[in-house]
């Protein structure tokens, strides 16, 4: 499929850099920039690039933002291939991906910069708990959903809730059906929390795990699965979960319950791995963090852009559309839009440094 | 005059022969057409699925040879398409027959109207209908009552699933979609009755309920057959409805109220489809390919008790 998407997107890019010529070049701080900016991958941020375009439009009218959630392989391999300007990828570049974009980008490169941070909540349907809310040490959500505990009154989960009344009624683990990048990001953070009990990896298709429980397909429907059966309890996206009650994890000791600020604390307390380029921003993303204040079940997705593009138009829509999306406003339209959890203010700052070395090549 | 007419006639005949031949051309044109589409689908699945079946089990991630991973699949879309039919058939002759033989003529015209409207409604409705309503209605006051009386059968072993997302609310669902098709065929076998037949039956003392089994039922029998075996088909290809309302596995299990069901093939295609790269691909499109023999399969049969009961 994505092969077969190129040249459309090819075309479209061309017409963009006839666009761009024509309208800007007189400097990349200039206000009034023209032209279009195509972009390509990761369906998880589709709801989030809908609220980026929108709120781009009204910053910088003349622009055009285009995106194709095509997936992230196909996303990079499209970027690499020069049939768009960016991809957006649920992972980074990787090292031999990086060689490759010196083709595509010239000395410099390409560099991934996490834009976009997804909460995933664990939500349950045990309305005899009433307004508590659940706490739930990483052993014991793996222990759930490897089929180990099986009742609400087990003594793994009463000794998370101490003075909590647990009903004595069936545990039905929800998950999705489909394959999906939030069942790989969640079963990546039991696979690291708690890799005595969750040994099968991190996987994005179920049955490649231990099975059992009830699958259902999308978001929507693990939702819907959830709050139709009492006694449930699934993953999903956090912005997706209504009213449903989420469970805090436990964290560094504590046990820390999902908000934006939290989860986005994430890429915070993340290793960085760099690719190749010094300005690269992947991380490995770290599920056990020390600090009980930052949520570890979250999905993070980067774009990656070249560090040089040919012509001064293309670079100028790249590093204004990049910057914005990192800043402040850019993150409150995906959190708006999407959902999303805002980068905290040390990564943004980094970011924005990366973003300045978007230039235009020499010659 | 004579020579006149006679050429008039000739010219007549000429015209028609033209006729004839144009018409017989676009006939034989659509029939050709439709045998190259069905062989062009075949040979497009089979060069497909090539690569999925000549590959290795190690080159998937689950490392499941084809059968491993296609059984429980096949499994799971006949236990599905039989439980609907087996639900759906005996509902649809009864409801034929009330239409035809008991109903008066004005309310079976309206009533029948709104059994083919349930033709009409698209299968994501019916999904929705399925997850939204009839299935948290069966998990709290059907499955529950199911299992506890009748548990020891393998069927009802449980746990019940709370949301009720199992294979018995998914094969009821299905019933609900094939009805109107299955209704449909019998109605108008039951309606052509030979009156003589009929009258012969009541005029020797027959009851209404005798005279339909000695008169209606056997002139009826192979439609009702062929009927169901459309059912079935329909039933077999179905797959939004059950995507949205069967809860997966990859195993085998006649458990009908649990949690843990085996998938049917078209489910399975819309679920793993969109994410689906490279091999897993072919390996979806040859589960493609078994359905479609599956599929061929049920309408020979069909056909063949369809005529032999005629006969």
Redesign the interface.
Known sequence: MPTRRIPLIAIVALLAVACGTAGGGTGSTAPGLAGTLVGAGASSQAAAMDGWKAGFAEVEPGVTVEYDPIGSGGGRSTFLAGGSDFAGSDSPLKAEEFEQSLDRCGPLGAISVPHYISPIAIAYNLPSVGDTVLQLSPETVAGIFANQIVNWNDPKIAADNPGVDLPDLAINPVHRSDESGTSANFTDYLAQAAPAVWTWGSIEVWDEGPGGGEGADGTSGVVAAIRAGEGSIGYADASQIGDLPAAAVGVGGGFVRFSPEAAGRIVDSSERVSSGSEWDYAIEVNRTPDNPDTYPIALVSYHIFCLEYEDQAKADLVKAFMGWVGSEDGQAAAAASAGSAPISDAVRDAIARSIDQVTVADG | MTIEQSAREERQVRVSKVGDRVFLGLSRGAGVFILVTLAGVALFLFREALPALQADATEF??SDTFLQYVGPLVFGTVLASVLAVVLAAPLAVAVALYLTHYAPKRLARTFGLFVDLLAAIPSVVFGLWG??FL??LL?RHVYPVLHENFGWIPLFAG?V?????SMLTAGIVLAVMILPLMTAISREAFSRTPRLHEEASLALGATRWEMIRQAVLPFGRSAVVSGTMLGLGRALGETMAV??IL?????FSVNLIG??NP?TIAANIA??F????GLDVNRLLATGLVLFAVTLVVNLVARRIASGGAA
């Open positions: 991630r689950d997850i939204a299935a948290p998990a746990p699933v709370p949301s009720g997302r995507a949205m809860s997966p596995a990859d195993l949690p843990e998938n679920l793993r969109p994410e689906a790269q």
